[in-house]
């Protein structure tokens, strides 16, 4: 994977966001982190995913929440 890339793909784990090329969703990454896990613990349980994928889904967290806290003004 070149550049971490988040997708939605209705086929693909119900639509909701993942890492282009995986199965892993940004809820997932999002839940480990909240259980106290370490960027390069939930890596090395994952061999498709990179720091990098892990970093983008934090991004695209922080966007929506963005998004949101904008559309609420």
Do not use: N
Request: hydrophobic content about 40%; cysteine-free.
């Amino acid at each position: 994977m070149s550049a971490a890339r988040i997708i939605r793909d209705p086929k693909v784990m119900l639509g909701k966001p993942i890492l282009e090329g995986t199965r892993i969703t940004v809820e997932y990454i999002l839940e480990q982190l909240e259980d106290g896990e370490t960027i390069e613990s939930i890596v090395g349980e994952h061999p498709t995913l990179t720091r990098e994928g892990v970093e983008a889904a934090i991004a695209y967290a922080r966007a929506a929440v963005q998004r949101e806290a904008g559309a609420a003004k």
